[in-house]
């Protein structure tokens, strides 16, 4: 049980925030995800543009509307990778 116990404290510390190492991406990656993000944004709103111009329930409107669906949803994770990699940190 000793042993269980110094070993789960040394797990615990591992998983501290204060302790981890603070890894960053370089300024040309994350200039890369940004425009990634803004690019996949364009796209979402580009077929939001062209979703309007069909019938709700049309093959045309549920394709973009998937479409829509699927692009913000990367955006948004390449946004969340983004604030941990590349957001500054004051």
């Not at 042993?3 to 370089?26: C, D, G, K, W, Y």
Request: hydrophobic share 40%; with cysteine; glycine share 4%.
């Amino acid at each position: 049980m000793k042993h269980i116990t110094i070993i789960l404290a040394f797990l615990m510390t591992l998983a501290n925030p204060v302790t981890a190492i603070e890894q960053r991406f370089s300024d040309e990656d994350c200039r890369g995800v940004y425009a990634g993000i803004v690019s996949l944004l364009g796209e979402a709103n580009k077929n939001w543009e062209d979703r309007e111009q069909n019938p709700i329930g049309s093959s045309d409107y549920v394709k973009h509307t998937n479409i829509i669906k699927w692009t913000v949803d990367v955006a948004a994770n390449y946004t969340t990778i983004y604030e941990a990699f590349c957001a500054k940190v004051e």
